[in-house]
DNA sequence: TGTACGAAATAAAACGTTTTCGTCCAAAAT
DNA sequence: ATTTTGGACGAAAACGTTTTATTTCGTACA
């Protein structure tokens, strides 16, 4: 059995309350029996257990993640990854651990709610979900302290990525290019496709360019095939477009498969531009031309806002974190005004 | 606060001992109280509180993954990502959720091994570990139950891919394209790389090809920068290879890079072989020729394994459970008996 | 009629902590 | 000399369960 902190009472002769304040920092116990403490802890391998703790002091330091979409993993795509180790990163050096919440507990479904209630999280990210899911906004509402990942909330701690202004340095740097007739593909409905797209029509009236409705296409976040298949439809559209901005960098992927199929170069005869900027991403040739989002950051400042507010319920919530990006320039994108 | 069992025995007006035998299917509780606490249960909702309970039976229901690398985030590679939603999955359908353990706890720098007792994990599964270091090891023949992914032991769980039989697939197929110089790049030491450079060696001998010692190599995993420098050189020698296998296809990439920095194309002036067979990978032009592991098998084996191996902790160790994974080729191989 | 038995329930200890409150005692203050 | 103070420590309750040992009670059996 593992050493606890009767065993260390008794080695120091002293009462198990007296060895808990000098282990906790407690300031009723003289300096030397801390010490003498301290150094028979060492000496017999003690631990604290910390289910035993947490039981008494309502306190895990354990933090949910959730993480899930259609496939059921998202991970498969590295900007999640990427995400989930910068808010690992932190939250560990503050003290908390990272426990992935599902829906189920033991055999039986469950809901995420119920879930962190019964493993006692101290708070939640939500990473990657869908937030209009009943499951979701009952989490979300209640009393356990949370942080969403891109997803405005007003009265919510969250962390934006800078979507509306991903979008337009993007539209900005191929309209310099010369591009007129840019396409624009974009995810489920949600916040960040809110923002994206009201960007992408902004930015079109700010040009003062014709939006041809056959040009701004719905798709999806994260598949190649999607992409590569609502691609080929805009392909076939007359005037083709010069330049499509797609979803996400791993959609491009379908896009830049079906543009090839078609017989098409890039960026001789069309131009095409992804979001995100993985590291992957940029490695391939041609390298994309891509917003990076700085997942590692959002996943930082999303463990930031959530310990913060954990640790003090009642501060104010502060307006939503954004983090900003940067234009990664890569060879996808042709100067149409070269001579 | 929340709704405990002592509510619901008075609810139900049965002594608490009663409440928790009913509703842990304990035999002697009659039919009809078993119903009345559970319908009493469900009204109340009532949450059985997990830490409670594990400080009782000893048992969590908490599986530690470790996962690791020098740059401190492996799911930035998606085999990685792969390996834990497989993991994951298997683990949920059997009541276990997952917790990511590092080394620290509070802020103070602690060995896995007293991270995983301080949290009480019910096992642990060594993902991405380097497996030659101290503590590793000591936490491999501690008395936590724990399942290996990719090394060997030989009275330990784990489960292995098929490094031997990937290798020989590739060199089958490589060698049935007419190539005869074949370049070899080798990861950093571990049990993964010995399989698969015995593989490579054994390969050669079979087809009685000289070994071209400058045509070995060794690189590191996941790393195209590395990659890319190694391949430079390789380039650099005479004869120069046709063909060069990589650690993996995130170095591919690196070695794809250098290769058209030199000026040369793939396949028509040098060949290139991945491993692994991540999607992204395939998504890619040209479509690496490439081994494909199954991730998501090896995730999910390795959860059962553990999962047996807590569960009944004397049963006889099985042999490694070896995963097979499937050649995927690409285009990225010449065929140089082509006429 | 007395005993034995089994089913169903309960009491209480335990798991390993934290924390409130109380006690003790020496030194300082009156 | 008495009271006050405060520093150092201890006793014990509590957190929400599980589980062992015990009690209760009705029924079957000798």
Not at 228 to 247: E, G, S, W, Y
């Amino acid at each position: 059995m593992a050493v606890t902190i009767r065993d260390l009472s008794k080695k120091c002769g002293i009462s198990v309350s007296a060895v808990s304040k000098a282990l906790n920092g407690y300031p009723d116990v003289s300096e030397e029996t801390r010490e003498r403490v301290l150094k028979a802890a060492a000496e017999i391998g003690y631990r604290p257990n910390a289910l035993a703790r947490a039981l008494k002091t309502n306190k895990t330091y354990n933090l949910g993640v959730i993480l899930v979409d259609e496939l059921h993993n998202s991970l498969l795509h590295t900007f999640f990854g990427v995400l989930l180790g910068g808010f690992r990163r932190e939250a560990e050096s503050r003290g908390y651990d990272i426990t992935l919440i599902n829906h189920n507990i033991g055999n039986r479904e469950e809901s995420y709610l119920n879930h962190c209630r019964y493993r006692n999280v101290d708070g939640i990210c939500l990473m990657c979900v869908e937030f209009q899911m009943m499951e979701i906004q009952e989490l979300v509402s209640s009393e356990i302290p949370s942080v969403a990942i891109d997803h405005f909330f007003s009265n919510k701690d969250c962390v934006l990525s800078d979507n509306r202004e991903g979008v337009r340095a993007l539209m900005d740097y191929v309209y310099s290019m010369g591009h007129r007739d840019i396409a624009f593909m974009y995810g489920t409905p949600s916040n960040v496709t809110d923002a994206r797209l009201s960007a992408y029509y902004e930015k079109m009236r700010e040009f003062k360019l014709p939006v041809n409705p056959e040009h701004v296409v719905q798709s999806h976040y994260h598949s190649t095939s999607h992409a590569q298949q609502d691609v080929q439809a805009l392909l076939n559209t007359t005037p083709r477009p010069t330049c499509i901005l797609m979803t996400d960098d791993y959609s491009a992927l379908g896009g830049i498969t079906a543009i090839n199929q078609a017989g098409l170069r890039i960026p001789e005869d069309i131009s095409v531009v992804g979001y995100d900027g993985t590291s992957l991403i940029q490695k391939i040739h041609p390298r994309l031309t891509t917003y990076r989002q700085d997942g590692d950051e959002i996943g930082r400042q999303a463990a930031i806002r959530l310990i913060n507010r954990i640790e003090n319920p009642d501060a104010p919530i502060l307006p939503p974190a954004v983090v900003e990006g940067r234009m990664l320039i890569g060879e996808t994108v042709k100067n149409l005004e070269e001579i």
